[in-house]
């Protein structure tokens, strides 16, 4: 089986730019943050800081997973990462035969 490149990954994920991907995460967190914090019966002011703080941790994460993303695809394009992996798995199926 031969490995996906980060073009096709992203063709299967949707297509959304990282830009996009980020803006969504944000939203998410920041919807995440404003129910949480009507939930807990806060103020409209520190429900809406809530929203931002959450909004800002969403992206941020969010990134980071990207970066983590971008790395990996450095190291399978540019180092014998995904031999050694195979070879420590016992196969390419990695069911060890």
């Known amino acids: ?23 969504i995460a944000g939203a998410l967190g920041a919807g995440v943050g404003m ?5 807990a019966g806060l103020t409209t002011a520190q ?10 941790a969403a992206s941020a994460v969010t990134a980071a997973g990207l ?5 990996g695809e450095y190291l399978n394009q540019h180092t014998p990462i995904q031999s ?10 990695g069911d060890g035969s």
């Not at 429900?47 to 800002?56: D, E, L, R």
């Not at 970066?67 to 790395?71: E, P």
């Not at 050694?84 to 199926?93: F, M, P, R, T």
């Open 1 to 23: 089986m031969r490995e996906l490149t980060i073009t096709e990954m992203v063709l299967v994920g949707g297509g959304l730019s990282e830009a996009d991907t980020l803006a």
């Open 35 to 39: 129910g949480m914090a009507q939930w």
């Open 47 to 56: 429900q809406i800081a809530a929203a931002g703080y959450f909004g800002v």
């Open 67 to 71: 970066a983590g993303w971008t790395i």
């Open 84 to 93: 050694v992996l195979s070879n420590l798995l016992g196969g390419e199926d």
